[in-house]
């Protein structure tokens, strides 16, 4: 018998009086078991961070054993899975000689890389530049780092030293160009007009999604190396936030590996698939510049919970699963099979402006009331109530689809299977018809 929590839990990102989720209970591979005897494709990873499926066996494992040795210990004392986990972690990115630092999740993560960017560069009170339409989390200096127009009357960013730039939107290009290369590269450029106006000895940190996120935006190629090279040149710390395009989601470990050594950052943010969301965990990647700098400096921060022995075992056993499992891979391929797919159904629907990511199992796709106007069907970040129902369709179907905004995002677990992720997209396919109709779409 399951428990209704309804009247007794606070959900966030809700209104209260609107929740009606159901109960989940289990899961195996890209499927939720439900409360009502359901099975409910997932088709978004939940929150983005459920990589490696649900209730993966070698996760479930490594928690069962870490838990029979040791809960828990404070990062005051040494534990092996954290230092297995850190060494991993430097490893797979490339950071030997650097350290890093465990938090709790994303947004804490990204706090302390600005806290860290800020006592590296000696610039205590130094300016953070991020961008509009970004998500970095949900407490204060995370809101205010966050472009995000839900929780911009929240907080005061520039109280928090943030200033924020357009961003590298292609479809919507907030510079007036409708080619993409362009788009990026000015996009870059604004950063570093930015820091020139600020002037680079008072600028701490530029802080950055390299890749999709909620927000639906995937940066052109020529971005994130502009950016690498803009920061660099001014001797900026250029902090990458990875928290949900890591650990496979955009076909490689981490997603600025796509560019090679020209978009190395300087420091990384992770979260979500770090543990493919079995426990909470976050993370900051240093270089080994960044660390060395901070060798012989009291750091002030950390919470009880930073590094739990539990978290980490998790850590190190996702890591291994998506190494053993060859998922990275998986998702590059699956991803551009996927992309693929999406494209046809753009071919098929006129309610469709716009298809990108692809590089994983992140597609994105924007609809919008007229293709040649690239109008859309709400204002930002309202969703249009057709939207709202295909979703309802689906999840009567048996499948769950995120969206915002104008946005359907898709991005399953890595281990989805070929013939559910096929089947997931025909339904996709028969709920644009229905719900989206022609004339529908152009009232």
Not at 80 to 104: C, D, I, K, W, Y
Request: with cysteine; net charge neutral.
């Amino acid at each position: 018998m399951s428990i209704d929590e309804r009247q007794s839990v606070l959900h966030s990102w809700s209104v209260q009086a609107d929740w009606r989720a159901p109960t989940v209970v289990g899961g195996q591979g890209a499927r939720l078991h439900l409360a009502d005897g359901r099975s409910v494709l997932d088709m978004s990873s939940l929150a983005e961070c459920s990589n490696l499926g649900h209730q993966h066996p070698k996760l479930v494992a490594a928690i069962r054993a870490q838990a029979e040795r040791l809960c828990f210990v404070s990062n005051a004392w040494g534990a092996e899975p954290r230092a297995q986990l850190a060494a991993m972690l430097l490893e797979r990115s490339g950071f030997e000689g650097g350290r890093v630092f465990f938090t709790l999740g994303g947004a804490d993560a990204n706090e302390n890389a600005v806290k860290i960017a800020r006592q590296v560069s000696r610039k205590p009170r130094g300016a953070v530049i991020a961008r509009d339409r970004s998500y970095h989390g949900a407490t204060h200096l995370a809101m205010a780092l966050s472009g995000d127009s839900r929780t911009q009357q929240q907080v005061d960013a520039a109280a928090f030293g943030v200033q924020h730039v357009p961003p590298p939107y292609a479809y919507r290009c907030p510079f007036g160009s409708r080619d993409a290369d362009e788009c990026g590269l000015r996009a870059a450029d604004a950063v570093a007009q930015r820091i020139d106006a600020l002037g680079a000895n008072s600028v701490a940190a530029v802080l950055m999604e390299p890749n999709a996120g909620t927000n639906g935006i995937v940066a052109p190629d020529t971005y994130w190396p502009a950016l690498r090279r803009a920061t660099a040149d001014r001797g900026v710390v250029l902090i990458a936030d990875e928290v949900m395009s890591a650990f496979g989601r955009c076909g490689e470990w981490f997603a600025w590996q796509r560019q090679g050594e020209s978009g190395r950052p300087d420091m990384m943010t992770l979260a979500k698939g770090l543990t493919g969301a079995a426990v909470p965990l976050g993370a900051v990647v240093l270089s080994r510049d960044v660390a060395m700098r901070l060798e012989h400096e009291m750091l002030y921060t950390g919470l009880t919970y930073c590094g739990h022995p539990l978290a980490c075992a998790a850590g190190v056993a996702a890591l291994e699963a998506y190494a053993e499992d060859g998922l990275i891979e998986r998702s590059r391929k699956l991803g551009a099979k996927l992309f693929a797919q999406a494209k046809r159904l753009q071919e098929r629907h006129d309610v469709i402006g716009d298809v990108r990511g692809g590089h994983g199992l992140f597609v994105v796709i924007e609809l919008v009331a007229d293709r040649d106007s690239r109008a859309p069907l709400a204002p930002w970040p309202q969703t249009p109530p057709a939207l709202k129902a295909l979703v309802d369709a689906a999840m009567a179907e048996g499948v769950s689809f995120a969206t915002r905004g104008n946005l359907i995002l898709l991005a399953p677990p890595l281990v989805i299977d070929e013939n559910e992720l096929a089947d997931a997209v025909a339904l996709l396919d028969r709920l644009l018809a229905r719900h989206f109709a022609p004339a529908e779409v152009s009232q």
